[in-house]
Protein backbone atom coordinates (compact mmCIF):
# COMPACT_ATOMS: atom_id res chain seq x y z
CA UNK A 1 0.00 0.00 0.00
CA UNK A 2 3.00 2.25 0.88
CA UNK A 3 3.53 2.17 -3.20
CA UNK A 4 0.11 2.59 -4.07
CA UNK A 5 0.08 6.43 -2.15
CA UNK A 6 3.71 6.91 -3.21
CA UNK A 7 2.46 6.14 -6.73
CA UNK A 8 -0.61 8.64 -6.10
CA UNK A 9 1.14 10.78 -5.29
CA UNK A 10 3.49 10.29 -8.25
CA UNK A 11 0.54 10.56 -10.68
CA UNK A 12 -0.80 13.67 -8.66
CA UNK A 13 2.63 15.48 -9.79
CA UNK A 14 2.23 14.63 -13.68
CA UNK A 15 -1.19 15.37 -13.48
CA UNK A 16 -2.49 18.81 -15.44
CA UNK A 17 -6.01 18.43 -15.62
CA UNK A 18 -7.84 19.61 -12.44
CA UNK A 19 -11.21 17.38 -12.00
CA UNK A 20 -8.61 14.30 -12.58
CA UNK A 21 -6.04 15.65 -9.54
CA UNK A 22 -9.40 15.88 -7.66
CA UNK A 23 -10.23 12.38 -8.16
CA UNK A 24 -6.40 11.28 -7.32
CA UNK A 25 -6.35 13.87 -3.98
CA UNK A 26 -9.72 11.81 -3.20
CA UNK A 27 -7.83 8.64 -3.60
CA UNK A 28 -5.21 9.82 -0.95
CA UNK A 29 -7.65 10.64 1.54
CA UNK A 30 -9.19 7.43 1.01
CA UNK A 31 -5.74 5.57 1.26
CA UNK A 32 -5.14 7.73 4.06
CA UNK A 33 -8.36 6.69 5.95
CA UNK A 34 -8.14 2.91 5.39
CA UNK A 35 -4.67 1.98 5.11
CA UNK A 36 -2.92 4.57 7.51
CA UNK A 37 -2.62 5.42 11.11
CA UNK A 38 -0.26 8.18 12.40
CA UNK A 39 1.73 7.49 15.48
CA UNK A 40 3.70 9.42 17.56
CA UNK A 41 5.62 8.08 20.57
CA UNK A 42 2.98 6.03 22.10
CA UNK A 43 0.18 7.79 20.75
CA UNK A 44 -2.14 6.30 17.74
CA UNK A 45 -3.98 8.97 15.80
CA UNK A 46 -6.48 7.16 13.76
CA UNK A 47 -7.81 10.05 10.72
CA UNK A 48 -11.92 9.82 10.60
CA UNK A 49 -11.89 13.14 8.67
CA UNK A 50 -9.09 14.46 6.26
CA UNK A 51 -8.95 17.73 3.80
CA UNK A 52 -6.57 17.83 1.20
CA UNK A 53 -4.66 21.34 0.26
CA UNK A 54 -2.29 21.47 -2.86
CA UNK A 55 -0.90 23.92 -4.50
CA UNK A 56 0.90 23.43 -7.15
CA UNK A 57 1.60 26.67 -9.35
CA UNK A 58 -0.22 27.03 -12.36
CA UNK A 59 -1.37 23.00 -12.29
CA UNK A 60 -3.17 23.64 -8.74
CA UNK A 61 -3.13 27.07 -7.40
CA UNK A 62 -5.01 25.87 -4.24
CA UNK A 63 -5.24 29.82 -2.63
CA UNK A 64 -6.16 28.13 0.51
CA UNK A 65 -2.60 26.26 1.05
CA UNK A 66 -0.53 27.75 4.03
CA UNK A 67 2.73 27.22 1.42
CA UNK A 68 5.12 26.86 4.44
CA UNK A 69 8.05 24.89 3.18
CA UNK A 70 7.24 21.98 5.73
CA UNK A 71 4.57 21.61 3.14
CA UNK A 72 6.93 20.58 0.93
CA UNK A 73 8.37 17.40 2.67
CA UNK A 74 6.87 13.76 2.94
CA UNK A 75 5.32 12.22 6.30
CA UNK A 76 5.97 14.54 8.45
CA UNK A 77 3.41 16.97 10.49
CA UNK A 78 2.99 20.46 10.07
CA UNK A 79 1.47 22.68 12.76
CA UNK A 80 -0.72 25.31 11.75
CA UNK A 81 0.23 27.53 14.54
CA UNK A 82 3.31 28.05 17.44
CA UNK A 83 0.73 27.39 20.34
CA UNK A 84 -1.64 25.24 20.77
CA UNK A 85 -5.80 26.98 20.58
CA UNK A 86 -8.80 27.06 18.68
CA UNK A 87 -7.01 27.88 15.24
CA UNK A 88 -4.59 24.99 15.36
CA UNK A 89 -4.87 22.26 13.07
CA UNK A 90 -1.97 19.29 12.59
CA UNK A 91 -1.61 18.07 8.75
CA UNK A 92 0.31 14.98 7.55
CA UNK A 93 2.63 16.08 4.84
CA UNK A 94 3.28 14.04 1.50
CA UNK A 95 5.05 15.98 -0.79
CA UNK A 96 8.06 14.76 -2.79
CA UNK A 97 8.79 17.68 -4.94
CA UNK A 98 8.80 21.50 -5.64
CA UNK A 99 4.94 21.51 -4.63
CA UNK A 100 3.06 21.72 -1.12
CA UNK A 101 0.89 19.11 -0.25
CA UNK A 102 -0.60 18.01 2.78
CA UNK A 103 -3.85 16.66 4.34
CA UNK A 104 -5.43 18.10 7.73
CA UNK A 105 -6.14 15.96 10.19
CA UNK A 106 -9.79 17.39 10.68
CA UNK A 107 -10.81 15.02 12.98
CA UNK A 108 -9.53 11.93 14.35
CA UNK A 109 -9.83 9.08 16.79
CA UNK A 110 -7.52 9.09 19.51
CA UNK A 111 -7.91 6.81 22.88
CA UNK A 112 -11.23 5.81 21.82
CA UNK A 113 -12.54 9.70 21.73
CA UNK A 114 -12.96 11.97 18.37
CA UNK A 115 -10.93 15.06 18.59
CA UNK A 116 -11.46 18.10 16.62
CA UNK A 117 -8.19 19.52 14.64
CA UNK A 118 -7.60 21.84 17.30
CA UNK A 119 -7.83 19.09 20.14
CA UNK A 120 -4.98 16.86 18.26
CA UNK A 121 -2.21 19.55 18.04
CA UNK A 122 -1.66 19.25 22.38
CA UNK A 123 -1.45 15.44 22.30
CA UNK A 124 1.20 15.06 20.03
CA UNK A 125 2.74 17.68 19.23
CA UNK A 126 5.50 17.56 22.72
CA UNK A 127 6.24 14.31 21.56
CA UNK A 128 6.86 15.25 18.35
CA UNK A 129 8.70 18.37 18.84
CA UNK A 130 11.12 16.56 21.22
CA UNK A 131 13.51 15.31 17.69
CA UNK A 132 12.66 11.92 17.41
CA UNK A 133 11.24 13.02 13.76
CA UNK A 134 14.11 15.33 12.84
CA UNK A 135 15.79 12.75 11.40
CA UNK A 136 13.03 11.95 8.49
CA UNK A 137 11.13 9.29 10.96
CA UNK A 138 7.90 8.78 9.11
CA UNK A 139 4.59 9.21 11.37
CA UNK A 140 2.68 7.82 8.61
CA UNK A 141 2.40 3.89 9.86
CA UNK A 142 0.72 1.34 7.40
CA UNK A 143 -2.41 -0.18 9.37
CA UNK A 144 -5.38 -1.11 7.25
CA UNK A 145 -8.66 -0.01 8.29
CA UNK A 146 -11.07 -1.15 5.54
CA UNK A 147 -14.46 0.63 5.45
CA UNK A 148 -17.30 0.72 2.72
CA UNK A 149 -18.51 4.04 4.17
CA UNK A 150 -16.21 6.75 2.68
CA UNK A 151 -17.85 9.97 1.77
CA UNK A 152 -15.94 13.13 -0.38
CA UNK A 153 -17.88 15.89 0.48
CA UNK A 154 -16.33 20.17 0.26
CA UNK A 155 -13.37 21.40 2.44
CA UNK A 156 -15.49 23.01 5.69
CA UNK A 157 -14.32 26.41 7.44
CA UNK A 158 -12.95 28.45 4.39
CA UNK A 159 -13.74 32.05 3.33
CA UNK A 160 -13.44 33.67 0.82
CA UNK A 161 -15.66 36.82 1.45
CA UNK A 162 -12.84 39.18 2.95
CA UNK A 163 -11.35 39.04 -0.35
CA UNK A 164 -10.71 42.52 -2.19
CA UNK A 165 -9.12 41.29 -5.21
CA UNK A 166 -11.88 39.78 -7.55
CA UNK A 167 -9.47 37.46 -9.16
CA UNK A 168 -8.51 35.70 -5.80
CA UNK A 169 -12.06 36.15 -5.05
CA UNK A 170 -13.29 34.32 -7.57
CA UNK A 171 -10.33 31.55 -7.23
CA UNK A 172 -11.64 31.12 -3.81
CA UNK A 173 -14.89 30.40 -4.80
CA UNK A 174 -13.53 28.52 -7.53
CA UNK A 175 -11.69 25.92 -5.46
CA UNK A 176 -14.14 25.88 -2.26
CA UNK A 177 -16.46 24.06 -4.32
CA UNK A 178 -14.09 21.00 -4.81
CA UNK A 179 -14.73 18.05 -2.82
CA UNK A 180 -11.59 18.11 -0.86
CA UNK A 181 -12.67 16.57 2.27
CA UNK A 182 -12.59 12.75 2.72
CA UNK A 183 -14.97 11.18 5.85
CA UNK A 184 -14.97 7.53 6.47
CA UNK A 185 -17.78 5.72 9.35
CA UNK A 186 -20.21 8.79 9.58
CA UNK A 187 -22.71 5.97 10.15
CA UNK A 188 -21.13 5.19 13.67
CA UNK A 189 -21.73 6.34 16.85
CA UNK A 190 -18.45 8.11 18.64
CA UNK A 191 -17.62 9.50 21.88
CA UNK A 192 -17.23 13.07 21.51
CA UNK A 193 -18.43 16.26 23.61
CA UNK A 194 -18.78 18.24 20.41
CA UNK A 195 -21.18 17.74 17.67
CA UNK A 196 -19.98 17.07 13.83
CA UNK A 197 -21.19 19.42 11.13
Known amino acids: ?7 LVENLEKENDEKKQEKILQNIGKLLLTEYIIQVGDIKVYPLWVEAYYFNNKKFPDPFVYKDKK ?21 ICLS ?54 ISFTTRIGLSESNETNTEKKALKEKFKKYKLSVVRDFDKLFITDFKFP
Do not use: A, C
Open 1 to 7: KMDELKE
Open 71 to 91: QKKKNILYFHHKTDDQRNGVD
Open 96 to 149: KGNYYLSFLLKYTLVDDKVRKQSELSPLIRGKYEDGKYEDGKSVLIQESRPTDK
